[in-house]
Every structure is written in structure tokens, then in C-alpha cells.
């Protein structure tokens, strides 16, 4: 509650009030507020009702809808609406860097950085949206059992190594393509992000691709990787007909890590009101 000499700053800047009239409205707030205070059953709504009904004194309709509106704008602005949450898996092999783009997008510490053994969860928030993304440890140990963790899975990310080994590319190739058939997350959106663009032996972003159509609407996917990863990623007879992004990424550059989540988001808010709608 907004102390009693504050309204009469605000009224006196959206009204432009005569000296009498101040005085009039002055001592009715008092009263008011008073009584209030002695008695503390009063709501917010009951305040501004008591407000507009005095403003008819001697008021004309502009000023009362001036204070109206400044009182509610300082003294009845409620929480924020709840951004939607998203439940997501974070998936690649081990030194792809997941790790590392989840922590820098929730702003921690590179130096508290450890690779994932198991699995771990982190809530990433965005201005629209939180995601809760489970990161699922990448060793040749723990992918057989990466198909356990994908229940519940509203999205998918995936994360490969550009810079890595030609074995280590056909290896994620296939962890890919098994994931992208997988009945639990055929349906997801994917996004899939060509990470360590910053080290010398990355494969270099040449081409633009285009992803495939979804209920007649195309998703443009934007500057993407060679040729040489579409050779053996074979992404666009794969993905036919699901929602994905491609996008190259590094943590030098946040900005476009942080443009790639929100098309993914944009992709999942698509997929929820495609849901609201059947």
C-alpha cells in the first residue's frame, strides 16, 4: 500500500488540480486510509472504487481516468503471467559440449563445469519460456541407455562435435538417426547444433538447408554446416516431415546459441497450439 502523501503526488501530476480541490481529495484520503488502517478489511479493489467515486468531485472525466490509471499502474500491477515450461532431452557423445552451452546459458561458472556421468537436469530460463532440459551423459556405457530418459520428452536437442574425428561423426551419425526414429521422440521437435565452430578443424558453415514441411508449412532452418556433415548426417530424407533446426553454434557466440533456443521454443509453442486446436 502506497503511503498517503504519494497519492497526493500522483494526483497532483495527472490531474492538475485546484488548490481547493487537493484539500477536498486530501482529507477524504485521510479518512479513508484511516479508517483502513483501524480497521484492515479493505482490498485493493474496494480502494480503487472508494478512488473513483471521489474523483467525481469537481473532477472532469479526463483527470479522473488519469489518476485512475496512474493508481492502478503503481498500486494493483500483478505478478508476471507464468512463462510455459518445456521438458526436453539433451543428447550427444561425450566432449560434444552440452555440458558447457547448458551451464553458459544459465550463466554459471565455466570453471564448475564437469562432464556428465549420468544425467543431470537444468532449468533454462528465457524471457518466454523455461526449459527444463535433462542432459544425458554421452560414454559408450551410458548411450545404450539413453532411450530410458526420453518418457516425458517434449523436445529433443542434439549436440555433435564439428570439429571431431571423421569415426566420431559417423558414430554421432548413427546415435542421431536412432534417436530420430525412436517412437518416443519421432514426433519432437529436434534441435541439433553443430557446436565448436570456433576451433580451427571445424567443419565450416557454407550452405543454407531447409527443413522439411510440417502440416504445409515450411521451417527455415537458415546458415547451416557443410556439405561435408550433411553427407553424413543425411538429415533432410531423415527428418522428412518432422519440425527441426540446424544450427552451427560455439560459446563465443551466446547470441546465436540464444537465437537457436528460441526457435526451438517457437517450434514447441507451434506443437502446443497445434495440440489445443485437435
Request: proline share 5%; net charge positive; glycine share 6%.
Amino acid at each position: 500500500m502506497l503511503p498517503f502523501g504519494l497519492y497526493l503526488m500522483i494526483y497532483a501530476v495527472c490531474s492538475r488540480p485546484t488548490v481547493s480541490h487537493v484539500f477536498l481529495i486530501g482529507v477524504k484520503l485521510k479518512r479513508f486510509f484511516f479508517s483502513f488502517l483501524v480497521a484492515g478489511k479493505c482490498t485493493q479493489l474496494k480502494t480503487i472504487n472508494h478512488l473513483d467515486s471521489m474523483l467525481h468531485l469537481n473532477c472532469d472525466s479526463g483527470r479522473k481516468s488519469r489518476m485512475t490509471t496512474c493508481f492502478r499502474a503503481l498500486c494493483c500491477k500483478g505478478p508476471p503471467p507464468a512463462r510455459p515450461e518445456y521438458d526436453l532431452v539433451c543428447i550427444g557423445l561425450t566432449g560434444s559440449g552440452k555440458t558447457s552451452l547448458l551451464s553458459k546459458l544459465c550463466s554459471e561458472s565455466p570453471e564448475n563445469v564437469v562432464s556428465t556421468t549420468g544425467f543431470s537436469i537444468k532449468a533454462v530460463p528465457f524471457q518466454n519460456a523455461v526449459l527444463n532440459v535433462k542432459e544425458l551423459g554421452g560414454a559408450d556405457n551410458i548411450r545404450k541407455y539413453w532411450s530410458r530418459y526420453y518418457q516425458g520428452s517434449q523436445g529433443v536437442i542434439f549436440v555433435l562435435d564439428s570439429a571431431s574425428s571423421e569415426d566420431d561423426l559417423e558414430t554421432a551419425r548413427n546415435e542421431l538417426h536412432s534417436a530420430l526414429q525412436h517412437p518416443q521422440l519421432c514426433t519432437l521437435p529436434f534441435l541439433i547444433l553443430a557446436n565448436h565452430q570456433d576451433k580451427p578443424a571445424a567443419r565450416s558453415v557454407q550452405e543454407s538447408v531447409h527443413g522439411s514441411k510440417c502440416c504445409g508449412t515450411p521451417l527455415i532452418i537458415g546458415n547451416v554446416i557443410s556439405s561435408h556433415i550433411k553427407k553424413y548426417f543425411e538429415l533432410e530424407p531423415l527428418a522428412r516431415g518432422k519440425r527441426w533446426i540446424l544450427q552451427p553454434c560455439s560459446l563465443d557466440d551466446v547470441d546465436a546459441l540464444k537465437d537457436s533456443f528460441s526457435q526451438l521454443i517457437n517450434l514447441l509453442e507451434e506443437k502446443d497450439h497445434e495440440a489445443m486446436r485437435m
